[in-house]
């Protein structure tokens, strides 16, 4: 295979030569695979680039892409991305740091990796064996332990703990060369997430490899002052973008709607003809109808119920899923109402936790069974 490590630079003329010459020791433990440096240089003012030039005159595998500005991470990253593939005929593009915070000697374990089958290996800080440096800020090291928690939960990435760390390799035929490179999010530090995300969701057999993150060498810290909020819109704006959660927004507006309809009824039943306790059922079966009707024709449209009879047995089902919560919920509030009082807080404080509990069940049921895909 082609492997091209690619090593962005700015102002790392004291560390690019010693990791050229350490990588070329790891090189040599690998000789079935035909490994090439690409750095990416930023036009720095240290002369890294000039550097890098006089060192490919003797190391045939040492290429250089100089950038005419300094645009982010991210934006150099995808620039050597482009190039790897276009003029080296990359099979893995291996990312790395010039600062030797990652180890040249982890990279056999990538590479070994792709071997095994693997497409997407992550070297991983936070699971077991990966470390962080000691010496990092409390403020840091909290930031990067929830933002990843963040960035789980909110993605839905299975299997992944580490979702910004910069020691990745990635099998470019079929999943690199797939991805739209042009349109990735952030030109900084949070294109590590988006570029996972789509690895991920392009069906990538990803494993994570755990890796020592140490201080840096030589040189100041490249980390961006807007990192953290780059990183929460990047993870929002794929959650948003998601075809799956599109739909579960479009099921989410109707279900304001269903609850606009149910909330309404259910308080002007209570005061009028029904119990507290009661209801709630009314008002839940009048909003399910009107619920299933737009889901019908606008959430899970692409697997639109056709025809009266299969519209009328699908509703039934509807109704008898969606009723589960609805009579957890009216338990929820006669409960409530018992011990709290009939108040119009507790009554409403009660109902609205079981509106919560039902959004997760129905959205599970409607899209794995009434409107399933065929």
Known sequence: MKIVIVVPTYNEVKNIGRL???????????????????VVDDSSPDGTAEFVEEKSKSLDFVHILLRKEKKGLGAAYISGFKYAMKELNADVLLEMDADFQHDPKDITRFITEIDNGYDYIIGSRFCKGGSIPS???????????????FSKIVLGVKGVKDFTTGYKAS????????????????????????????????????????????????GSSKMEKNNFMDSLRVV?????????SQKFFKFCIVGVLGLITDAGLANIFRVTILSSKDAPLLSGLI???????FNNAWSFSENKINGYVQRLLYLIAYCVSSYIPVVFRSFLVGLSVKFFGNTFVVFNIAFFIGIIIGL???FMIYSKIIWRKK
């Not at 909003?287 to 009707?293: E, P």
């Open 236 to 244: 929002v704006m794929l959650r948003l973008r998601d075809k799956d």
């Open 135 to 149: 010496q990092w800020e409390f403020k840091r090291k909290l930031f990067s332990k929830y933002g990843n928690l």
């Open 360 to 362: 997760i069940w129905n």
């Open 287 to 293: 909003a399910m109808i009107v619920t299933f009707t």
């Open 20 to 38: 050229i010459d350490a990588l070329a020791v790891e090189f040599k433990k690998m000789p079935q695979h035909n490994f090439s440096i690409l």
């Open 171 to 218: 099998r470019v035929r079929g999943f690199v060369d797939s991805i739209d490179l042009d349109n990735i999010l952030s030109t900084g530090f949070a294109y590590k997430t988006d570029l996972l995300y789509k690895m991920y969701k392009s069906g990538a057999r990803i494993k994570e490899i755990p890796i020592r993150f140490g201080p840096r060498d030589e």
